[in-house]
């Protein structure tokens, strides 16, 4: 009996590809790649916009309420004036990332069927 720690053992089959690690069997399949980038693109998208106006809207409600200004219209300028800040600063940028994911999911649909 030897009480080396095993290596990780890696097996195949079909179109996925299945590792075994320590006895637990995990599967990766082109959907769920595909599925798993779509999450990441989309929090790299509408995360920065939705932080920067939920902290705009914080600084806004402050002030609304150290003044005692209870408009509910107050806080939409400013939020709008900074989304719009936003896209004219990263909207290139975010629309390379969704074209270039757009593109990447487009190719592998042949893939995903499998």
Known sequence: MSL?????????????ETIIVGG?????????????QALWVIMVVAGPPLII????????SMIQAATSI??????????LLAFIL????????VGDLLIGYTRDL?????DDIR
């Open 4 to 16: 080396a720690p095993q290596q990780p053992q890696a097996a195949t089959s079909g179109g996925d």
């Open 70 to 79: 209870n408009e509910q219209t107050v806080s939409f300028v400013p939020k």
């Open 53 to 60: 106006m939920l902290v705009v809207g914080l600084i806004i």
């Open 106 to 110: 487009l190719t592998h649909i042949p």
């Open 24 to 36: 637990e069997m995990e599967t990766y399949s082109p959907f769920s790649v595909s599925m798993g």
């Open 86 to 93: 936003f896209l004219a600063l990263y909207g290139a940028t």
